[in-house]
């Protein structure tokens, strides 16, 4: 028997439904296995449709046009190495998540996910049947045990693999980005090996799917947890890792080990390519946004410039009667420094005229928020004309203090496809536009150095919408707000526990009542790049009226 075995790990991009791109991917990767020497070719969860599908995968159509493209794909690949690939099988009223291994033109097997996430992002409960745990499959000289994602999750899986002669671990994984998710990854499937003694190959999908962004870093692990390879973060690409059976079995042979960024740059790596795939998935190729001088539109200029490049970014300051001389020079300073095409058109004429039209009808009122959002709406009108006219899809700018507590306006500032700072606090805002003026990397499509001056950073956050207007008239200062925020939404917690940590009762119920009568904004607010395991949509999930209040704390 061979005492070697070379096992492909393709970390790639699939798009949800484009189930022939996706299959051409697959045969590129698969050509260049062979080329290479493979015995298989190894691709993650669900490759051949993206992942994740939600009701997709429920409708019948879909389901039979992936079972012809999986046929195709392998009859196409039946002469060269063995493919491991992952795609739903039809099982009556809902599918199986499925591990498909092709060998000499067909499905020689296929392995049944058990154990279905049903937390956070996901509701695998409601899309898919579980398979019972299947034994090892044999590839070559190789039994291969494959838990698929969520099965290695559990120790159960993995102890019957083992126990049923698996000789190595194959994990194919739809596991998205979320901060510290790396390091739990890791710890887990570490505990996997120690428990089996098998090496473990965990390959990962990489890339965006609406608010999701799989970060890829797939990885090997020899028996003891001993890392024997590491892939990038982020970057696609095929990684070859050789297998070689020695008096204790089989072992990777130790290779390359990349380097991991840290929190800070995989956050900001992730707006920006979860910004660059839902655009280019989404069928544009450009984008633009209001630049308003301060530091929220600017991170974003900054974002979408190192995903896109500078000449795909339009951005348009739209300055009304409120807006100052300093907010004016800071976007023209904004602009300037990220080499982006900057418009200004004038929204004072078309606010009085609206104000004007009005009149007859708010006549007896006294002004109130109503004349205030009444340009917010304008710039957005504005803005979705240029993005109509023009095919560029518009950016909306609010950080998820703003979003959480509803200080946006509907129709107006909240106007837009994406939003790439959806799940950023505000606090966290300002330390990431100061991390991107320190740090510069090959993956970033705008210039170094200085991108944000520091003036829109360190200068008090203002809406402009009247005179002398700042956040702060109507909010906490950002840090006391961002820490209740993050105990009420991230963790949480009580009216009563931000009492006992020192906060005043008063603000931490004004607050709250924020947080639920904002519901039906985000209801309909763009989808952004999924930073914490508490973002807005999938993560927190409440409903839109809501009359229940915390009275604890008193």
């Known amino acids: 028997?061979?005492?070697?075995?070379?096992?492909?790990?393709?970390?790639?991009?699939?798009?949800?439904?484009?189930?022939?791109?996706?299959?051409?991917?697959?045969?590129?990767?698969w050509s260049q296995a062979k080329d290479a020497g493979a015995d298989m070719v190894a691709f993650p969860e669900m490759f051949l449709t993206g992942y994740q599908l939600q009701d997709l995968v429920r409708k019948p159509a879909f389901a039979a046009d992936v079972q012809r493209v999986l046929a195709d794909l392998a009859a196409d690949c039946a002469d060269g190495p063995a493919i491991g690939i992952g795609g739903p099988l039809p099982g009556g009223d809902k599918p199986f998540n499925a591990y498909f291994v092709l060998q000499g033109g067909k499905v020689a097997a296929q392995v049944l996910k058990h154990h279905l996430p049903n937390y956070k992002v996901f509701d695998e409960k409601r899309y898919y049947h579980a398979g019972d745990p299947a034994g090892p499959v044999r590839v070559g000289p190789l039994r291969i045990g494959i838990p698929i994602c969520e099965d290695a999750w559990f120790e159960d899986v993995t102890e019957t693999l083992a126990e049923t002669g698996a000789e190595i671990l194959l994990v194919p994984n739809g596991s998205p980005y979320h901060r510290g998710k790396m390091d739990t990854r890791q710890a887990i499937m570490v505990s996997r090996v120690i428990e089996t003694g098998l090496p473990l190959a965990y390959v990962n999908l990489v890339g965006g799917q609406d608010d999701q962004v799989f970060d890829g870093a797939s990885f090997v692990l020899n028996p003891h947890g001993v890392l024997a390879c590491q892939m990038p973060a982020f970057d696609t690409g095929l990684y070859h890792v050789d297998f070689a059976r020695g008096d204790d079995g089989w072992q990777a042979v130790p290779g390359d080990k990349a380097t991991l960024p840290d929190a800070w740059e995989a956050d900001y790596r992730v707006m920006v390519t979860g910004l660059r795939d839902y655009v280019a998935k989404a069928g544009f190729s450009r984008v633009l946004l209001g630049l308003s001088g301060g530091v929220d539109s600017a991170i974003v200029a900054a974002i979408a410039v190192d995903a896109l490049g500078a000449g795909n970014v339009r951005c348009v300051m739209l300055p009304s009667r409120f807006t100052s001389q300093a907010s004016l020079d800071d976007a023209a300073d904004v602009a300037e420094r990220l080499g982006v095409r900057l418009d200004t058109v004038l929204i004072g004429a078309a606010h009085e005229a609206v104000l004007e039209t009005l009149a007859p009808l708010f006549e007896g009122s006294n002004p109130d928020l109503t004349e205030e959002n009444i340009q917010s709406r304008l710039r957005g009108v504005m803005l979705m004309a240029l993005s109509n006219k023009f095919g560029e899809m518009l950016l909306t700018t609010g950080n998820k203090s703003e979003v959480a507590v509803g200080y946006a306006t509907i129709y107006g500032d909240m106007a837009g496809g994406y939003n790439p700072i959806k799940d950023l606090y505000k606090t966290r805002v300002f330390q990431t536009c100061r991390w991107r003026n320190a740090h510069h990397f090959d993956w970033m499509q705008g210039p170094g150095g200085e991108v944000i001056p520091p003036a829109v950073i360190d200068k008090p956050p203002t809406a402009e919408l009247r005179d002398n207007q700042k956040d702060e008239d109507s909010l906490p200062p950002y840090p006391v707000l961002d820490e209740i925020l993050e105990m009420l939404i991230d963790k949480e917690a009580s009216v009563a526990d931000l009492v006992a940590m020192g906060h005043d009762r008063a603000t931490v119920k004004k607050i709250e009542s924020l947080i639920y009568i904002s519901e039906y904004k985000r209801f309909q607010s763009a989808p952004g790049a999924r930073l914490t395991e508490r973002a807005f949509w999938l993560d927190r999930r409440y409903p839109i009226v809501n009359r229940w209040r915390d009275e604890s704390g008193t």
């Open 1 to 29: 028997m061979a005492d070697r075995f070379r096992l492909s790990l393709a970390q790639l991009n699939p798009t949800v439904g484009d189930l022939r791109g996706n299959a051409a991917l697959a045969r590129a990767a």
